[in-house]
């Protein structure tokens, strides 16, 4: 089980990315939370199987219709949370 921080920019606010890496997240089996930030970018952690991880970050990319990521940051983190679903944080 790996937890990973992932930062993205581009045009990622206003275009459902959040929603869109929710869908992702369960259909992955993926826990943690993604959530904007107050300099316009997404926040994702994310914990999982490596597999797992790998399919979902591919999707998270691309992102949903309407947008466009330009920056993507990982950091694997040691984070000994254990998350047991995946949310959007407000």
């Avoid at 089980?1 to 369960?26: C, H, K, N, P």
């Avoid at 994702?44 to 993507?72: M, N, W, Y």
Wanted: hydrophobic content about 35%; charged content about 30%; proline content about 1%.
């Amino acid at each position: 089980m790996e937890t990973l921080r992932i930062l993205l920019s581009g045009r990622v606010q206003g275009v459902g990315f959040r929603y869109f890496t929710e869908d992702r997240a369960f259909e992955h089996n993926i826990k943690g939370y993604v959530r904007n930030t107050r300099d316009n970018k997404v926040e994702v952690v994310c914990q999982g199987l490596k597999k797992d991880l790998d399919k979902f970050i591919s999707e998270i990319k691309r992102g949903p219709a309407f947008s466009h990521v330009t920056g993507f940051n990982i950091q694997k983190i040691n984070d000994f949370t254990v998350y047991n679903s995946f949310k959007i944080e407000f």
